[in-house]
């Protein structure tokens, strides 16, 4: 194992190294690269959900006055097709869903582009869609692999005779709705083509969790060496996935660029187009058995899965993880099957898998608690398991019991009565609930490198990472600098840019893991050929090891949640969350409490208020923009609340860190329900938890 990290400037809550910039303007997003006389594309979209194009007339939007170009599928320059289907705009006749990039004008004003766009007329030859989920569809299939390539399936013994045979047991079905990413930065690309054919160059100034890897796609498809292609992305306005794999918006702007001659071409995407472009979280259908002895002990526990995905390309989330590890149970099965509908892609969205694969088991779980007569705290100390049921592994450290027993403690929950609608306050129901939480630590060992380069008695410490607005930078300057040995004043951080070193993408909750660690590696290796006293100039740029994985690895949390439900009207408040974690090291209180906080919001947003709701008619959201998809406001949330426990795990990397990103949205939804259930006696199995559920 490496050897970890002095710390010193690692643990100190330092405010944002780019906050200033940020706040005060002159921080350039995607949109606000400047670049000398940009054209401005706008997107045709389909308006049937299924069927092929068969005639663009695009007469009157190319006579239009400033318009310069219209891309149909019937011209567009080809590109190399086979890598990902995604990203083949424009290269066929097909729709396969409504909302498809079906045509693209360029003009010299957005608003030129706009106007021709609205009058590009495509015609279709219309194909029947479906968009139905449902569970008992038979064309339901197995996928290979679920995402990134977990098994599809597990199976320990006999989770159904152990159901059959149980003395206390819960058989229930629980859904999660489609949820979009909606970060405050919608997605935008600028790309601009330097020389001609043979020394052809590409620069693309794009919104991106990883400009390494959008680089990378964007090469295969246009059939080029990476290195002729740049992305720059210094700041990220969020994201949660959907900037964390290409969306065929990039590969239209820079297919447009190539008809413009070196000028460079804007493609902002509309919140609206949102919905249609850059992914979503599939909804999902969850049938969970558990079974149990009197005393709680869990015998058996199933989940099987039935979520969606594209006909033209597969993404299979892996929403049955949290079921193969979070409690023992000799007796264990999940299953995952995919529907493949007319509908776009579904993608990464905050804790992919577990977000959702958390919602159903720790429901259950509280059904079962109820069952068993048992605390919903205690049922789950008592099915702790001692190694990882679905690896056998030994954990690197699992402090999940710490992480209830605290947040129990904090929260007051030794005052809860036992039984459900029992507290009337005025003219609201009062309950809590309970849900665990978990999230795997995801590193990959030598995945990223970094340059440190001396001068004028500063260090510049280069890594292509991505600051989605979680902070990376600052945690990123603070490491530098230990590793440096030096204050964290004379570290300038330059992250977002191909031209610096690779890095893997800011997703699974590992960018600062994977980026960390080759930051401490470059720096030792800086210092161990510099010494403490380097020279002008002096340069060195390394990576880390790989290692081997003999440990279990994830981060817990347990989450509580107060509900209070409106007599007369079904309203439902939650005015306390509070969450307690085991995160390994925290690098930076402040910045780490942000992204836990902010994760429990987008926990309590999905369980109340998000919903992308699908018209089987049209096959497309129709409640594609902010009035109608509802988000939870300020006024939503009143109190929430993130601590952690001090948590020492010497197998993890350098900085002993976890990844604090996705784990505050784990189980919030549950923890939300149960205490709906708690305030009501209504068990609510289907997010969101609306009015009309709890009469
Ligand atoms: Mo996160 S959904 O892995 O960007």
């Not at 058996?300 to 590890?325: H, M, Y």
């Not at 959702?356 to 007569?373: N, Q, R, S, T």
């Not at 610096?500 to 590696?521: D, E, F, H, K």
């Not at 993130?642 to 604090?660: C, F, Q, R, T, V």
């Amino acid at each position: 194992m490496t050897e970890p990290l002095r710390t010193r400037a690692v643990g100190t809550d330092l405010e944002r190294v780019d906050g200033w910039a940020k706040v005060t303007g002159v921080a350039p997003y995607a949109d606000e690269h400047p670049v000398p006389n940009p054209a401005y594309l706008q997107a045709v979209q389909s308006t049937v959900a299924r069927g092929r194009v068969t005639e663009v007339d695009a007469r009157a939007a190319t006579a239009l006055d400033g318009v310069l170009t219209v891309l149909t599928p019937f011209n567009a320059p080809p590109l190399r097709l086979g890598h990902d289907a995604e990203l083949e705009v424009l290269q066929s006749d097909a729709v396969w869903f409504r909302g498809q990039i079906v045509a693209a004008v360029v003009a010299e004003t957005p608003e030129i582009a706009r106007q021709a766009a609205d009058l590009v007329r495509v015609s279709f030859d219309v194909r029947p869609h479906d968009v139905t989920l449902s569970a008992d569809r038979d064309d339901l299939y197995k996928p290979e692999v679920v995402n990134p390539r977990h098994p599809t399936d597990t199976l320990t013994g006999d989770p159904d005779s152990a159901f059959d045979s149980a003395d206390r047991a819960v058989d229930a079905t629980y859904t999660t709705a489609m949820y979009h990413n909606n970060p405050m930065e919608p997605h935008t690309t600028v790309a601009v083509w330097h020389g001609d054919d043979d020394t052809a160059a590409l620069t693309l100034y794009d919104s991106t969790q990883g400009v390494h890897p959008l680089r990378d796609a964007v090469a295969a498809v246009f059939d080029l060496a990476p290195e002729r292609i740049r992305v720059v992305s210094p700041y990220v306005g969020g994201g949660f996935g959907s900037k964390g794999r290409p969306h065929a918006h990039v590969v239209l702007a820079a297919l447009a660029a190539r008809r413009t001659e070196g000028r460079a071409v804007t493609f902002a995407v509309s919140r609206r187009q949102m919905f249609s472009f850059v992914g979503y979280r599939t909804p999902t259908i969850q049938r969970m058995r558990l079974s149990a002895g009197t005393d709680g002990r869990l015998t058996g526990i199933s989940n099987d899965v039935v979520e969606l995905t594209a006909r033209f390309k597969e993404f299979a989330e892996q929403t049955g993880l949290p079921t193969r590890t979070m409690y023992a149970a000799p007796h264990r099965r999940t299953t995952h099957r995919l529907a493949a509908l007319d509908v776009p892609v579904p993608s990464w969205m905050r804790a992919p898998g577990e977000c959702p694969g958390m919602f159903a088991p720790e429901v259950a779980m509280d059904e079962l608690a109820e069952a068993c007569g048992l605390d919903p705290v205690e049922l789950r100390l008592r099915n702790e398991p001692e190694r990882d049921p679905d690896t056998g592994l030994p954990f690197s450290t699992r402090n999940f019991v710490a992480c209830l027993t605290e947040g129990a403690r904090r929260f007051g929950w030794e005052s809860r009565p036992r039984v459900s609608r029992s507290t009337r306050d005025g003219d609201w129901w009062v309950g809590t609930g309970v849900a665990g939480s978990t999230y795997p630590v995801l590193r990959q060992p030598g995945s990223a490198a970094a340059s440190v380069r001396y001068r004028d008695g500063r260090y510049e410490v280069g890594i292509g990472a991505a600051d989605l607005g979680t902070g990376s930078s600052t945690v990123l300057t603070q490491i530098a600098a230990d590793a440096l040995d030096v204050a964290v004043d004379d570290v300038d951080l330059r992250i977002g840019d191909t031209a610096l070193p690779r890095a893997p993408v800011a997703g699974g909750s590992s960018g600062t893991a994977n980026w960390g660690s080759a930051v401490v590696a470059a720096a030792r290796q800086f210092r161990g050929k510099y010494g403490p006293d380097p020279a002008d100039g002096d340069e060195y740029t390394g990576s880390d090891d790989g290692g081997k994985k003999r440990f279990a690895m994830a981060a817990y949390g347990a989450q509580f949640a107060e509900a209070r439900v409106n007599v007369h009207t079904g309203e439902i408040r939650v005015p306390r969350l509070l969450g307690v974690f085991a995160v390994g090291r925290v690098i930076n209180p402040r910045t780490a409490r942000s992204q836990l906080v902010g994760g429990m919001t987008m926990g309590l947003s999905m369980a109340l208020h998000e919903a992308s709701v699908l018209d089987k008619r049209f096959g497309f959201v129709v409640n594609h923009d902010f009035a109608e998809y509802h988000i939870a406001t300020c006024a939503d949330v009143p109190s929430v609340e993130a601590h952690w426990i001090d948590e020492d795990d010497p197998h993890l990397n350098p900085m002993g860190s976890k990844g604090i990103g996705e784990i505050g949205i784990v189980g919030t939804a549950a923890a939300i329900a149960n205490a709906v259930h708690h305030a009501t006696g209504v068990r609510i199995r289907d997010l969101p938890i609306t009015n009309d559920k709890v009469f």
